[in-house]
């Protein structure tokens, strides 16, 4: 039994590579915020504009709940779900925790580059320091994660080993 939660900035490719991963080491993939969007009904952004984050948190901790009973399983979660009610611990408890570490500029990029579906917490400001400001806040949970990788073509290699490491120890 496996589970796997990628945590990281927003545009690091938490649901890139974990869709990658699942698919070389036969696992199933959820994108936490697609989870809770199909739970709901409706957007992450609608979510945040008619109820506000206090209850989007709630929701996500709910679902994380409900993810932590899946076996075999790579979860991509949302960029503050380590911050909110205990879920860091949560996710630690039930699998591995893997902190995808990306850049500031390189994160940048990518959320320009998609900016139809820019993450509520990043709309209406300079996109850099927004990001700045957001990694600072962050930063030292992603840090306890189990472990770290660079989201770039060697993460399939490396992966591997963290499989092994997390299988052997549950």
């Excluded at 927003?10 to 698919?23: H, I, N, Q, S």
């Excluded at 879920?87 to 408890?93: G, H, I």
């Excluded at 850049?103 to 320009?112: G, N, Y």
């Excluded at 806040?137 to 997390?166: G, H, M, T």
Aim: charged letters at 30%.
């Amino acid at each position: 039994m496996s589970r796997f939660f990628l945590v990281g900035m927003p545009g690091a490719g938490k649901t890139y590579w974990g869709r990658k991963l699942a698919d070389k080491y036969g696992l199933a993939f959820t994108d936490l915020d697609e989870y809770i969007e199909t739970k709901e009904g409706r957007a992450i952004h609608e979510i945040f504009a008619t109820n506000g984050e206090v209850y989007f948190r709630k929701k996500e901790t709910d679902c994380l709940e409900q993810l932590c009973l899946q076996d075999n399983v790579i979860v991509a979660c949302g960029g503050g779900t380590p911050l909110y009610n205990n879920n860091l611990e949560l996710m630690k408890r039930c699998g591995c925790v893997v902190y995808l570490q990306a850049d500031i500029d390189t994160l940048a990029e990518r959320l320009k580059q998609d900016e139809d579906n820019m993450r509520p917490l990043l709309k209406g400001e300079n996109i850099h320091e927004q990001l700045e400001r957001l990694y600072h806040e962050r930063k030292d949970y992603y840090e306890q994660a189990d472990y770290a990788l660079q989201p770039d073509e060697r993460i399939i290699a490396n992966f591997e080993q963290i499989v092994e490491l997390c299988t052997n120890r549950r």
